[in-house]
């Protein structure tokens, strides 16, 4: 199974690959990755070019379909995910928390939204991003402890938190103003607001942001206009959400 798992990661990093070039990426024999591909192909999970080349198979959206129902709150998140990016003109994203990541569930993209590796599926390390840390905010603190045992504190800018004990401080000052920020600390130059959206039982279902350039970020709008449009969107999910 692990070796089933590498070879998909390998054609998932590489954007599709032939068996000289698996075999290369995992390490493992050309006899194994073919066969292992073989069956993969065999089950439609991935499917073979005309110049043997490997990519993934399309069934891998049925499998993610049926994943996402796991979000009782995807409807309600997606109207004012796209009611976000509507009005702000920027980028706006929901993501929850699964194996100590970051993971992007849906997107939205205003009209004047920059373009970055986000995608829905997308998984990113919790502490740098304005989602991640309103996220972690509200996780209970030996579980923040072992998310940053676990994924560390990488640097991504200079603007990183990558120290603990000033990360826990970022999370008090989240709870106290019930959003967070994200101040140049994934990508030179872009800003985030984000929020989390709690559950009923006082558990995190996951977070909104919207990201958009620093250029266009003012102090008014930033610490301002934003936050309070994302914050109305929240209450919004959380009334609606006790009625599911």
């Not at 891998?60 to 009005?87: M, N």
């Not at 998984?123 to 560390?152: F, M």
């Not at 938190?161 to 826990?168: A, E």
Request: proline residues 3%; glycine residues 10%; negative net charge.
């Amino acid at each position: 199974m692990q070796r089933t798992l590498r070879i998909l990661e390998t054609l998932r990093e590489t954007g599709g690959a032939g068996v000289t070039t698996v075999a290369k990426e995992t390490g493992y024999s050309k006899a194994t990755v073919h066969n292992h591909l073989a069956t993969l192909e065999h089950e439609e999970y991935v499917v073979r070019t005309g110049d043997g080349t490997y990519e993934l198979g399309f069934r891998f959206l049925d499998l993610a379909h049926h994943a996402r129902r796991r979000i009782g709150i995807y409807d309600l998140v997606r109207r004012e995910v796209d009611k976000l990016a509507a009005e702000s003109g920027e980028m706006a994203l929901y993501t929850v928390e699964e194996h100590g990541w970051g993971v992007c569930i849906y997107r939205e993209l205003g009209e004047n939204a920059v373009q970055t590796p986000l995608y829905v599926g997308y998984r990113s390390a919790l502490h740098h991003t304005a989602v991640g840390k309103a996220i972690l905010a509200y996780l209970p603190r030996s579980r923040v402890e072992a998310i940053i045992k676990r994924r560390g504190l990488t640097v991504q800018t200079e603007d990183t938190i990558t120290d603990p004990d000033q990360l826990f401080d970022e999370l008090d000052a989240i709870r106290d103003r019930g959003f967070a920020f994200n101040r140049e600390e994934t990508i030179p130059g872009l800003v985030g607001v984000g929020a989390p959206i709690i559950g009923q039982g006082g558990t995190v279902e996951g977070a909104i942001s919207i990201i958009g350039p620093a250029s266009r970020m003012d102090e008014e709008r930033f610490y301002g206009e934003i936050p309070d449009m994302i914050t109305r969107s929240v209450n919004i999910i959380e009334i609606n959400a006790t009625s599911i």
